[in-house]
């Protein structure tokens, strides 16, 4: 994606959930927006200043705070209780290595027996709980740990 177009598509987001757009969001969204991405808000400062970003941790802990909000970033825990951040939209959910802590990404559309919102239904329906974002995660070993 061309720089400008990129920026554009930022701007836009920040937009549509009212946030105005400033360069450390930009950046923390761009950094997030891959799959397979889900680092602690100290991974992402360290890697934001490897290419070459000044910005200060405490800037990315609020931005974090304030992207996650708005429902831009998904936050959750790992094995160990760190917290941890993605912000690829596509439906998915995460596979965890028990082993290693690997955090892999597996498409929704990749798991055509599974239904996650048929799932949340019936919890709903036996719990009257009211489940809005259903979401999996599957715990096992990577291929490296096997």
Known sequence: MAKTKEKEVYRSRLKA??????????RILAYL?????????EELYQGLKKKGYSIGLS?????LQVLRDAGL???FKDQQGH????GFTKKHHHLFCTSCGRIED???DELPEFDAEKVARAV?????????????ELRGLCPDCQ
């Open 83 to 86: 917290t941890r951040y993605d």
């Open 73 to 75: 970033l998904w936050e």
């Open 124 to 136: 709903e329906s036996r719990t009257g709980w009211f489940v809005g974002d259903p979401r999996v």
């Open 17 to 26: 959930v009212g946030l105005r757009h400033t360069l450390p969001r930009e």
């Open 33 to 41: 927006d891959r799959k397979n991405v889900h680092p602690t808000p």
């Open 59 to 63: 800037t990315v802990y609020l931005n």
């Open 106 to 108: 597996v498409m929704e």
